[in-house]
C-alpha cells in the first residue's frame, strides 16, 4: 500500500481493544498522524479541532446509533468509513444515506481497512486541490472551493469556512482543476460552477460575491 503519512485519520471507537488494532496496523502502513477518541463529545472536539481526512466510525458507541448523527457533522473535507458489528440492513441502509465512502463490519480485517482507506484517498486526490499554507500541506475538495481571485504572484482562494493566499498564478492553479467544475469568468477569477447562483450578461453570482464575467468566458456557462 502506498505511504499517506499526510493524511489525517480520526477512529471514533468505543471499543479500546478495536481502536488501538485499527491504529497499530494504520501505523505499520507509515501513517502518522492518526487520533483515537472514544465517544460523541470527543469526536465532535477532534472534527472542529483536528479536521481529519478519513473518520473511521464505529456506528454504535456505547450502545446508541451515535455514529450516524455525527457522520452529518463532520468537517467538511472529512471522508466518513462507518464500522459495525450490527447486521441490522435497516441501520445500514439508514446509514448509507449520508453517503458514506464505505463500510465495514466487525470482526475488523486489516485488508477490508487498507483497501478502504486506500480507495478513500485516491478518491479525495481526483476531487481535491493540493497546496501548501506555511508548514501545511493543505487538501482542499473540489466542493468547499467557491471561487479564486488572482492578486499579484498570489492567488487568493476562498473557501466555505476561509480563506487561503498561495503563492502561485490562477492559471497554474487553473490547469490542476477539473474543467467540468471550474470555469473562468475572467482573467483574474476562476468560479466553481455549482456553486453559481445567479449570472447575468457580465457576472455571476456566488452567494453575494458578484464576480466579473467576460465575453471570452461566457460560453462556459450556457
Given at each position: 500500500?502506498?505511504?499517506?503519512?499526510?493524511?489525517?485519520?480520526?477512529?471514533?471507537?468505543?471499543?479500546?481493544?478495536?481502536?488501538?488494532?485499527?491504529?497499530?496496523?494504520?501505523?505499520?502502513?507509515?501513517?502518522?498522524?492518526?487520533?483515537?477518541?472514544?465517544?460523541?463529545?470527543?469526536?465532535?472536539?477532534?472534527?472542529?479541532?483536528?479536521?481529519?481526512?478519513?473518520i473511521?466510525?464505529?456506528?454504535?458507541?456505547?450502545?446508541?446509533?451515535?455514529?450516524?448523527?455525527?457522520?452529518?457533522?463532520?468537517?467538511?473535507?472529512?471522508?466518513?468509513?462507518?464500522?459495525?458489528?450490527?447486521?441490522?440492513?435497516?441501520?445500514?441502509?439508514e446509514?448509507?444515506?449520508?453517503?458514506?465512502?464505505?463500510?465495514?463490519?466487525?470482526?475488523?480485517?486489516?485488508?477490508?481497512?487498507?483497501?478502504?482507506?486506500?480507495?478513500?484517498?485516491?478518491?479525495?486526490?481526483?476531487?481535491?486541490?493540493?497546496?501548501?499554507?506555511?508548514?501545511?500541506?493543505?487538501?482542499?475538495?473540489?466542493?468547499?472551493?467557491?471561487?479564486?481571485?488572482?492578486?499579484?504572484?498570489?492567488?487568493n482562494?476562498?473557501?466555505?469556512?476561509?480563506?487561503?493566499?498561495?503563492?502561485?498564478?490562477?492559471?497554474?492553479?487553473?490547469?490542476?482543476?477539473s474543467?467540468?467544475?471550474?470555469?473562468?469568468?475572467?482573467?483574474?477569477?476562476?468560479?466553481?460552477?455549482?456553486?453559481?447562483?445567479?449570472?447575468?450578461?457580465?457576472?455571476?453570482?456566488?452567494?453575494?460575491?458578484?464576480?466579473?464575467?467576460?465575453?471570452t468566458?461566457?460560453?462556459?456557462?450556457?
Open positions: 500500500m502506498t505511504s499517506y503519512q499526510n493524511t489525517k485519520v480520526l477512529i471514533v471507537e468505543d471499543d479500546v481493544i478495536i481502536a488501538e488494532y485499527i491504529a497499530d496496523l494504520l501505523q505499520d502502513e507509515q501513517f502518522s498522524n492518526l487520533k483515537i477518541v472514544h465517544d460523541k463529545n470527543s469526536a465532535l472536539h477532534e472534527m472542529a479541532s483536528f479536521l481529519p481526512d478519513i473511521l466510525m464505529d456506528i454504535n458507541l456505547s450502545g446508541f446509533n451515535d455514529g450516524i448523527e455525527l457522520s452529518k457533522s463532520k468537517n467538511t473535507n472529512a471522508t466518513v468509513i462507518f464500522i459495525t458489528g450490527q447486521s441490522d440492513f435497516a441501520l445500514m441502509n446509514a448509507l444515506k449520508t453517503n458514506p465512502d464505505a463500510y465495514l463490519t466487525k470482526p475488523i480485517k486489516k485488508v477490508d481497512v487498507l483497501a478502504s482507506i486506500s480507495l478513500a484517498i485516491q478518491k479525495k486526490q481526483k476531487q481535491s486541490f493540493q497546496f501548501k499554507d506555511g508548514y501545511d500541506i493543505v487538501n482542499l475538495e473540489y466542493d468547499a472551493i467557491k471561487y479564486i481571485m488572482a492578486e499579484g504572484n498570489y492567488s482562494i476562498y473557501t466555505t469556512s476561509k480563506k487561503y493566499t498561495i503563492r502561485q498564478s490562477l492559471s497554474t492553479i487553473f490547469k490542476q482543476l474543467s467540468d467544475i471550474f470555469k473562468q469568468t475572467h482573467r483574474s477569477y476562476v468560479v466553481n460552477k455549482s456553486k453559481v447562483l445567479r449570472i447575468t450578461a457580465s457576472s455571476v453570482f456566488v452567494n453575494d460575491v458578484e464576480i466579473p464575467l467576460s465575453r468566458y461566457i460560453k462556459g456557462f450556457k
